[in-house]
């Protein structure tokens, strides 16, 4: 049985991730060409056993604005407002022209109703960067910073003080 909640969390945080490290060159160059139909099919993806689903998620939800920094491209996808803690506002890619050094970002609901500007690793690594306003443009303002500088997320769960 289809659940809206665990499909958006599913798409946002391993689905979509995965498949831009996966093939980071190819992923953003579809996003850069198909940009809203991308992200809406992307969003509606689920598993096979779960049999045909047209999905809830339609292309005007989304607004990907795309902007190149140096030898980078980088990609600020608007996405339906979120209903629950964890799911995404904003979600930011950004590659090097030869589809190196991926970075994958979120701007994700807390469950005290404030946003977090949030990282993803290859290995599935979560890290949360910074509190971000609650506005879309101071949302937005972060994520593009954060693009920009493709800080590399490491995870530190190991290291001791």
Not at 24 to 38: D, I, W, Y
Not at 67 to 89: H, L, N
Request: aromatic share 12%.
């Amino acid at each position: 049985m289809y659940n809206s909640y665990k499909q958006r969390y599913y798409n946002e945080h391993l689905n979509i991730p995965e498949s831009f490290y996966r093939m980071p060159k190819a992923f953003m160059v579809r996003l850069l060409k198909q940009g809203s139909r991308f992200l809406s099919s992307a969003y509606n993806y689920t598993d096979a056993a779960d049999g045909p689903f047209a999905g809830p998620y339609r292309q005007g939800q989304f607004k990907v604005s795309v902007f190149k920094s140096g030898d980078r491209y980088c990609a600020a996808a608007e996405v339906p407002e979120p209903s629950a803690p964890t799911q995404c506002r904003l979600i930011g890619f950004s590659v090097n022209h030869d589809g190196t050094d991926p970075v994958y970002r979120t701007v994700e609901l807390s469950s005290d109703g404030t946003y977090c500007l949030c990282g993803w690793t290859e290995d599935r690594v979560h890290i949360n960067i910074a509190a971000v306003g609650s506005s879309l443009s101071d949302m937005k303002d972060a994520m593009i910073r954060e693009l920009l500088n493709r800080t590399p997320v490491r995870d530190l769960s190991g290291i001791t003080a």
